[in-house]
């Protein structure tokens, strides 16, 4: 069993990879993003999967979230780890601060979202009550913890469709809603994950604040941001990585 990544903005490709393989996997709901690549990362085995393709160029609601998430599971990934860029509501998710979502609110529409719609396979209604592992939360907090990083503890996540950014209403009634941080890519993706029997959880990297909260324009914020929050994130990997895959099986 492996340990997967899904890196999302900012992290395309995974600096320290070494990479061994380069799997081109067929699944039933077509190819994935990119190939998956099989290599070491902090001396542990791990997968990496580009969501937004190898160039960046598959925006959040045509990402192939399916043919990702079954690709991961056919390479033999128990665990997933996913990077997403996110604006930040709460006041303590601001630019370049790290979080570990508890929940989410998933806003998005129209992408094909379960793996559960065919005669082939099993009509289920899996259980979403708790939609992070927590053992995959722990260790990515244990790990900030050890490499004194700073990342918040929980929050919900809100999903929107994008690729467009919000209108500064819309992030007033996400609020209200109680979603502290906003992304575009963590649904689908925590539900499929669900259905195919992999621990999913994200690693969220505020790189703006959301629409009508900062005073700097958003692009501005995250191009300052983006950087070094993703150094953290590294960060973060590099211990978190090695220790689920300590209790993984071969
Ligand atoms: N909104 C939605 N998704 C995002 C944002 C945002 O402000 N920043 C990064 N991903």
């Known amino acids: 069993m492996s340990v997967a990544v899904i890196g999302g903005t900012g992290l395309d490709r995974m600096p320290g990879l070494t990479v061994d393989r380069r799997l081109d996997i067929a699944t039933p709901y077509g190819t994935p993003s990119a190939p998956l690549l099989e290599g070491r990362f902090a001396g542990s085995r791990v997968l990496f999967l580009a969501r937004?393709?190898?160039?960046?160029?598959?925006?959040?609601?045509?990402?192939?979230?399916?043919?990702?998430?079954?690709?991961?599971?056919?390479?033999?990934?128990?665990s997933v780890v996913a990077v997403c860029a996110v604006g930040g509501i709460a006041?303590?998710?601001?630019?370049?601060?790290?979080?570990?979502?508890?929940?989410?609110?998933?806003?998005t529409w129209g992408r094909a979202h379960t793996c559960s719609d065919s005669a082939e396979v099993p009509l289920r209604h899996v259980e979403f009550t708790v939609p992070f592992a927590e053992r995959v939360r722990r260790e990515l907090l244990h790990?900030?913890?050890a490499a004194?990083?700073?990342?918040?503890?929980?929050?919900?996540?809100?999903?929107?469709?994008?690729?467009?950014?919000?209108?500064?209403?819309?992030?007033?009634?996400?609020?209200?809603?109680?979603?502290?941080?906003?992304?575009m890519t963590a649904m689908p993706e925590a539900a499929l994950a669900c259905e195919l029997g992999l621990e999913y959880a994200i690693l969220a990297v505020s790189v703006n604040w959301a629409a009508g909260l900062g005073s700097a324009g958003i692009h501005a914020?995250?191009?300052?941001?983006?950087?070094?929050?993703?150094?953290?994130?590294?960060?973060?990997?590099?211990?978190?990585?090695?220790?689920?895959?300590?209790?993984?099986?071969?």
């Open 52 to 78: 937004h393709g190898e160039q960046h160029a598959i925006p959040p609601h045509a990402v192939n979230y399916r043919a990702n998430l079954s690709a991961l599971r056919q390479a033999g990934a128990r």
């Open 91 to 107: 006041p303590w998710i601001g630019p370049a601060q790290l979080a570990v979502p508890a929940d989410l609110i998933d806003y």
């Open 143 to 145: 790990a900030a913890l």
């Open 148 to 183: 004194r990083v700073d990342i918040y503890d929980g929050g919900v996540i809100g999903v929107t469709q994008g690729p467009r950014l919000e209108s500064a209403a819309e992030v007033r009634r996400l609020k209200r809603d109680g979603c502290d941080m906003i992304g």
């Open 221 to 250: 914020e995250i191009e300052t941001a983006v950087g070094e929050g993703i150094v953290r994130a590294r960060m973060v990997l590099a211990r978190a990585l090695p220790a689920l895959r300590a209790q993984e099986g071969p």
